[in-house]
């Protein structure tokens, strides 16, 4: 057993390490002013009705990750949200990403059927809110193949990942960094306040993410109180807290390089 999960942790960092170099998309992190955003991933309704409120309380707005194809079902973080509850997000001023439609695994999925499940989350999006259009994408469940990360860097803005900390320097569009407020850094505020004055430190970009806020949360959530205290301190950082698409459109307007390379 404990062979088996050296191996399994071998096999993650060795796919990290593909994923990471194949494929870039060059962006030059260049601003007077760090930016902070805010993602929820699945688009549970807590993550609408707790994560979104708490967000317009200190003027800001969030990029919800949607799986238009699990609206209205039961998730591991909860009731996802319904077509009512994206409506009101987008009047509310919150930005709505791909998640594929599916919820496909970018890794152990063909290139051809991400896809298309990408392409049909597209389609229901313009059948539920015909004025809105995904710009921006998030990977789910895990980092995306090379095929994948290249193909889908091409339909999009940009695109989401994790690895648990903040974009500065060169950043890959098509792997953007975010750190995920769950089960691994509990109701640690210190972690994160470190992390967010690094940001400043560096003028950089970070991401956060998460599932659902509630005051119980699954391991891929954050508690109500705790997301509170993030999004309080990222506005008395200085930051400008920015939806993700909107954070990649200025960031691109001070830097035109943006080739894919191998």
């Avoid at 062979?3 to 998309?25: G, Y």
């Avoid at 990942?161 to 640690?188: H, M």
């Avoid at 993030?230 to 390089?257: K, M, N």
Wanted: proline content about 5%.
């Amino acid at each position: 057993m404990y062979k088996k999960k050296i191996i399994n942790r071998i096999a993650c960092k060795l796919q990290r390490i593909v994923t990471s170099n194949c494929f870039r998309r060059p962006l030059k992190i260049k601003t007077n002013i760090p930016i902070i955003s805010f993602s929820f991933d699945d688009a549970p309704k807590t993550a609408f009705d707790n994560g979104g409120k708490i967000l317009k309380a200190h003027g800001a707005q969030a990029t919800f990750f949607v799986s238009l194809g699990l609206l209205e079902s039961e998730s591991p973080s909860g009731t996802i949200a319904s077509k009512d509850d994206l409506c009101h997000a987008v009047e509310e001023g919150h930005e709505l990403g791909c998640h594929t439609f599916d919820h496909k695994d970018p890794w152990n999925t063909t290139t051809k059927m991400f896809e298309k499940s990408v392409l049909k989350n597209r389609q229901a999006l313009a059948r539920i809110l015909p004025k809105t259009n995904f710009t921006v994408f998030a990977y789910p469940i895990c980092g995306p193949r090379p095929a994948i990360k290249r193909r889908v860097g091409n339909l999009f803005r940009c695109c989401r990942g994790g690895g648990q900390t903040f974009n500065a320097g060169n950043a890959d569009l098509n792997l953007l960094k975010a750190f995920f407020l769950d089960i691994r850094n509990g109701d640690n505020i210190d972690i994160v306040r470190r992390l967010i004055d690094q940001n400043s430190k560096y003028r950089g970009w970070l991401i956060f993410a998460t599932h659902d806020v509630i005051k119980n949360p699954s391991p891929y959530g954050c508690g109500k109180t705790y997301f509170e205290k993030v999004v309080a301190y990222s506005t008395l950082s200085g930051a400008r807290l920015l939806p993700v698409g909107i954070a990649c459109q200025e960031l691109l307007s001070h830097y035109s390089e943006s080739a894919i390379t191998i």
